[in-house]
């Protein structure tokens, strides 16, 4: 990894494999999106609303882990659950309300201290983890986008 305080670009590119199917590589992994088959696809892999659900969480235990020695905590395991309210109307064209993504989005961590953690501390480590998470902070804040449409 390079230097803590560089900038890095992240990227992830892929291609439609089907209708409803999406298979994307990110350095050198396979990403697989499908629609479950009630909503018309193969179920072949998590929709990408899971997906980001699936990244927060995954952020969540990592920055759990790494912000841990800055509170002097040991960290024998992490459990995370997540969870949003999503309404696919918009999406799908058949409503200009409510907004195409998550309504909201909330996470519950289950972190296994290797010692007793008072509730100040709890409160403060908390606070640092929500800050930190870089998933978190995007989907808390508004994140510049830039779609351009190019016809091949």
Do not use: I
């Not at 892999?45 to 927060?56: D, N, Q």
Request: negative net charge; aromatic residues 6%.
């Amino acid at each position: 990894m390079s230097e803590a305080n560089a900038t890095q670009r992240m990227a992830v590119s892929g291609e439609s494999d089907s209708e409803s199917k999406f298979v994307a590589e990110a350095r050198g992994h396979e990403l697989v999106m499908d629609d479950p088959e009630g909503m018309g696809g193969d179920d072949a892999g998590a929709m990408p609303v899971e997906y980001l659900l699936a990244a927060w969480s995954g952020c969540l235990n990592a920055t759990v882990r790494a912000t841990a020695p800055d509170f002097d905590l040991d960290v024998e395991g992490v459990a995370v659950e997540v969870a949003g309210e999503f309404n696919p109307r918009k999406h799908l064209g058949r409503d200009g309300d409510p907004r195409a993504g998550y309504q909201g989005v909330e996470a519950s961590v289950d972190v296994d201290f290797a010692g007793d953690v008072d509730d100040e501390a709890l409160a403060e480590f908390t606070a640092a983890v929500e800050e930190r998470c870089p998933v978190s902070d995007n989907l808390a804040n508004e994140t510049a986008t830039d779609v351009t449409l190019r016809q091949e």
